[in-house]
């Protein structure tokens, strides 16, 4: 069973960047899809981005294209989320998750092992 474990989250003005990691231990990260998902105060959470095992295939949300990317390394079992031109409404903890399914997905169900989370917050 893999074990994700969130960093990087902050605090950052409007139109900052954060780049938030996910290492993966107890597992081999190339076995898995990877996203990352958030949750603000009050509200459900949400899809950001996934990533196919191999990094061919990635997905993102309206409210984050173009101004997130996400990336993987599978020899250093990391995942990453790189967040430019933030905004306020991007404030929420933001939570690593990886995927035993075949197809990479927005779907919060299909993951199976989800990290604790790190806080992002921007300010206005």
């Known amino acids: 069973q893999v074990q994700l474990v969130e960093s990087g989250g902050g605090l950052v003005q409007a139109g900052g960047s954060l780049r938030l990691s996910c290492a993966a231990s107890?597992?081999?990260?190339?076995?898995?899809?990877m996203g990352w998902f958030r949750q603000a105060p009050g509200k459900e959470r949400e899809f950001v981005a996934a990533?196919?095992?191999?990094?061919?295939?990635?997905l993102y949300a309206d409210s984050v294209k173009d101004r997130f990317t996400i990336s993987r390394d599978n020899v250093k079992n990391t995942v990453s989320l790189q967040m430019n031109s933030l905004k306020p409404e991007d404030t929420a903890v933001y939570y690593c998750?990886?995927?035993?399914?075949?197809?990479?997905?927005?779907?919060?169900?299909?993951?199976?092992?989800w990290g604790q989370g790190t806080q992002v917050t921007v300010s206005s």
């Open positions: 998750a990886a995927d035993l399914g075949i197809r990479t997905t927005s779907s919060e169900g299909e993951y199976d092992y």
């Open positions: 107890g597992g081999t990260l190339s076995t898995y899809i």
């Open positions: 990533i196919s095992r191999i990094g061919t295939r990635t």
